[in-house]
């Protein structure tokens, strides 16, 4: 926020959501009635995140986007005409990382712009010991 504020931008912040799928499942496509419940949960958790007062939003400008699909693929598309691409970082590493795939390290090799990955709180072992980095979503 600090750097929007700085040089005058919009923060542009971004909620992903899809609908559930299961490999296999023939019904996906009936899930549709789950759509409208999701798309107001997604900017009911966007609203959310962004009334936290420890964000600090005085003097920026800021367009919550609810967007379905893969948070990578939206997150990616939404630096396709950003100055900066911020994303988040749970903090999972090691093989609990890989199993839970990572937003991050997608956005990293697929970012069309400048992109900061700002580290979470490290969780479990891997806090415990020091871990490795950080880099599930």
Do not use: K, N
């Amino acid at each position: 926020m600090a750097e929007a504020r700085h040089h005058g931008s919009v923060v542009r912040a971004v909620h992903a959501w899809q609908l559930p799928y299961h490999q296999g499942y023939v019904g996906h496509l009936a899930l549709g009635h789950l759509r409208e419940p999701l798309i107001e949960a997604a900017r009911q958790t966007l609203h959310a995140a962004l009334a936290d007062p420890c964000i600090e939003t005085a003097g920026v400008e800021i367009m919550p986007v609810v967007e379905e699909g893969s948070a990578a693929r939206v997150l990616i598309a939404a630096g396709a005409d950003a100055g900066l691409l911020v994303v988040g970082s749970r903090g999972y590493g090691g093989f609990r990382g890989l199993l839970l795939g990572s937003v991050s390290q997608q956005c990293a090799q697929g970012a069309p712009c400048p992109l900061v990955i700002v580290p979470g709180e490290r969780r479990g072992a891997d806090a415990a010991d020091g871990g490795a980095d950080g880099d599930g979503e």
